[in-house]
């Protein structure tokens, strides 16, 4: 009977614990991850968006947030966003915010993939027309075919997710831009909020079309992401114009280590910029003619320093080179061009320093030399002893066997000019006039004409 009541008295604090822990369980806050995106869309940009919303689904979390303030960007990374919206498996919630953010071009097409769609109260959303890769419209036989695949793509995700697919169709074909109040009231989107907290409250326990979530926000824990250290220096990289300017000083620095072997530094420093612009280079969409083009620009930039041109082969790489800079990016967009002011300035440095490289040459060419045989020829010395005709002569601080022309004698401290270096070392020498050696400054031996 005692073994009757133990039993009976461990079953009933079971049941308590159990009963305990049920409410305990059931009040534990929903995670939300925030995702800050306040960036063009670009493959840097796009892989942490990607990163992040995979982060959350194997995360366990019950919904993530991208916090979105975009000008727009790069047609291709914009699609791998979407396409990882559209794969999630947790509610993926669009938040233009904060105020004065905007969701333009491939912003739009973000926002209205995601399961909400929300906007703070002073920010606006639209301006989703195709441009050429210069920025500008794209010639009408092409426009027709662009402008109807991005309408048909951007109606398609807005119907998908209930909301209004005639306004979508406007925002590519006419560039159709809307308030936050607008937007809401067309059914552009679902919710505006004044913060995230109240936004996660609005909408929780409401269920998402088409895939049916039933969101549980209310309340929620929120945890932050926000781009990684390496993530911004990459991020800074894909700029066009550091992607120009570290190409350049890198082929600058090498060809000062090729033309100056062994100063090491120009080397390292040149092949480091090099690989880091090549990086750049990589990641962005980049024009094969826009490669060419600067290359050919440095090549008459080398060759300025083997050919006379007077200038014309350096100030045909400088336009060479501004004209490849301002095409290397054209597939990007006009998001992604490097910058006029930077292109110019960029080609006539090189010019300048290409310039400046054939002036020394030239006047290094110019320069008597200053060693071997040809250095010694017209030097003035003195005997030191008499050539007869054989002797010694002391010529730039060093003692020379010389031999006198026609013969000699010349006496010691007599001075003398050295004429040519014959065979074995021995300095072929002519008598000077007294005083010539007085003549020199500080009376030390010199250099005259023959």
Known sequence: ?????????????VLVAAALAGPAQAQAAPRVLAVEFANDVNPVSANFAIDQIERANEGGY????????????????????????????????????????????????????????????????????????????????????????????????AEEHGRNGDWAEAAVREASNLTAAQALEQNVIDVIAAGLPALLDDVDGTTTVPKGFVLETAGADVTTAEMSLWQRVLDTIIDPNIIVLLMSLGVLAITVELFNPGLVFPAAFGAIALIVGLFGLQVLPFSWAGILLIVVAFGFFVAEAFVVSHGALALAGAIAFVFGALM?????????QVSLPVAIAIGV?????????????????????????????????VVRRALEPDGLVFVHGELWRARAVGGGPVAEEA????????????????????????????????KVPA
């Open 328 to 336: 290397l990016f054209d597939p990007a967009g006009d998001a992604y």
């Open 349 to 381: 440095a090189f010019a300048a320093f290409a310039g400046f490289a054939v002036a020394k040459a030239l006047a290094a060419r110019r320069r008597p030399p200053t060693t071997g045989s040809d250095e010694l020829v017209g030097a003035v010395g």
């Open 62 to 157: 019950s919904a993530v947030v991208i916090l979105l303030d975009t000008p727009g960007g790069l047609a291709e990374s914009m699609r791998k966003i979407v396409e990882a919206e559209l794969a999630s498996s947790i509610p993926v919630i669009v938040y233009v915010s904060p105020d004065g953010a905007r969701a333009a071009s491939a912003g739009v097409w973000i926002g209205q993939a995601a399961d909400v769609l929300a906007m703070a109260p002073q920010t606006n959303i639209g301006s989703s027309t195709p441009v050429s890769v210069e920025g500008g419209n794209i010639p009408r036989d092409l426009r027709r075919k662009v402008v109807n695949d991005a309408a048909a793509s951007l109606r398609a995700l």
């Open 1 to 13: 009977m005692r073994s009757l009541q133990v039993f009976l008295a461990l079953v009933t604090a």
């Open 415 to 446: 001075t003398v000019r050295v004429e040519r270096l014959a065979d074995g070392l021995v300095l072929e020498v002519v008598p000077l006039p007294a005083g010539v050696r007085e003549a020199l400054p500080d009376g030390t031996p010199g």
